[in-house]
């Protein structure tokens, strides 16, 4: 089991920053592939971002692509999302994931093919 704790979540203006922080426990972080999700009101939650174990390769949503980093510190048993530029439409619940058996670039970006979610963080950008 691995447990997963997001937090960095909060209120920006649209075009502001924040950087979430997902901390695991319980295993190895590099025993996992981990991704971002997020959900909005009445929405599907939906493929943000995710980072092989090793964090040399990286995936991204096509909304966030050139705005939104991963990445990911083993050491430390940490994944980050720094998002910059921020718009109304990211706003939404946000979501860390881990699994250990993902292969392929469709995994990467299923919601179901994650064993492992943290509870959430809430991002809300004003316009």
């Known amino acids: 089991q691995v447990q997963l704790v997001e937090s960095g979540g909060g209120l920006v203006q649209a075009g502001g920053s924040l950087r979430l922080t997902c901390a695991a426990s319980g295993r190895t972080l590099s025993w996992y592939a981990m991704g971002w999700f997020r959900q909005a009101p009445g929405k599907e939650r939906e493929f943000v971002a995710a980072v092989s174990r090793s964090g040399g390769r990286t995936l991204y949503a096509d909304s966030v692509k050139g705005r939104f980093t991963i990445s990911r510190d083993n050491a430390k048993n940490m994944m980050y999302l720094q998002m910059n530029n921020l718009q109304y439409e990211d706003t939404a619940v946000y979501y860390c994931?881990?699994?250990?058996?993902?292969?392929?670039?469709?995994?990467?970006?299923?919601?179901?093919?994650?064993?492992?979610w943290g509870q959430g963080t809430q991002v809300t950008v004003s316009s």
């Open positions: 994931a881990a699994d250990p058996t993902l292969r392929t670039y469709t995994d990467y970006q299923n919601v179901g093919s994650f064993t492992y």
